[in-house]
């Protein structure tokens, strides 16, 4: 049980590059998001996903994409990549549980992405 | 909306000392709290969540938190801090039934001095 899991764990692109951050949990995880992290702003949500086919905007959306194909997989895109999207990225995902939401997001090890 | 304030951006305390980190949130209801740690070059890792019931949450690592509604606080606490507790703590928010949408306050960098 690897849990979740990103790539790459480093990555620098030129201004309008495009790339994809894979993120794969093991878990059979329903719930899925995208967060990144900048200092002193905490993490803010990207993108979500409720369960393969459905996603979602969070409170940062603009110049990402995302899709979800299967339970497993959450990628995030960059179709053209600006300075100010420099950032840690983090992916995760969350067990809805027996009894309804547990609430534990379970976090991915990150990718540090610079744009220049 | 929904808001998460971290007061303290940084602090530093000594081994075997007493710890509390502050954490205010803004929220019509209450919401579901949570608190997580990142140590350096690493995912976040829950440490304690809070849904209903008893206000006092036990934790990972010795943590606790005490949720008080009246001053919409969730302050978390540790007894005695090790040199290993050194890392950044985030509280959080979220709206119950939607957690997979956490509010994340801007973060606590804890230093700890031999």
């Known amino acids: 049980n690897a849990g979740v899991t990103q790539t790459p764990k480093f990555q620098v692109l030129k201004t309008g590059q495009s790339m994809t951050l894979q993120c794969a949990q093991d878990?059979?995880?329903?719930?899925m998001s995208w967060y990144r992290q900048d200092p002193g702003m905490g993490l803010r949500l990207i993108h979500y996903?409720?369960?393969?086919?459905?996603?979602d905007q969070g409170e940062v959306p603009n110049g990402y994409n995302v899709s979800r194909s299967t339970t497993e997989d959450f990628p995030l895109r960059l179709l053209s990549a600006a300075p100010s999207q420099t950032s840690v990225y983090f992916c995760a995902s969350r067990d809805e549980g027996l009894a309804g939401p547990s609430g534990e997001q379970y976090f991915g090890p990150g990718t540090r992405l610079t744009v220049t | 909306a929904q808001s998460v304030t971290q007061p303290d951006i940084h602090i530093t305390v000594s081994e075997g000392a007493s710890l509390e980190l502050r954490c205010n949130y803004s929220y019509g209801a209450t919401p579901y709290l949570f608190w997580y740690v990142q140590s350096p070059g690493q995912g976040l890792q829950l440490l304690l969540k809070y849904f209903s019931g008893d206000t006092l949450v036990q934790g990972i690592k010795g943590f606790e938190a005490e949720f008080k509604r009246s001053q919409s606080s969730f302050n978390l606490r540790k007894p005695s801090v090790h040199w290993s507790d050194a890392a950044e703590y985030f509280c959080a928010v979220a709206s119950p039934g939607a957690t997979n949408k956490l509010i994340f306050g801007t973060g606590t960098l804890l230093a700890v001095q031999p």
């Open positions: 996903s409720v369960g393969a086919g459905i996603t």
């Open positions: 878990m059979n995880h329903e719930y």
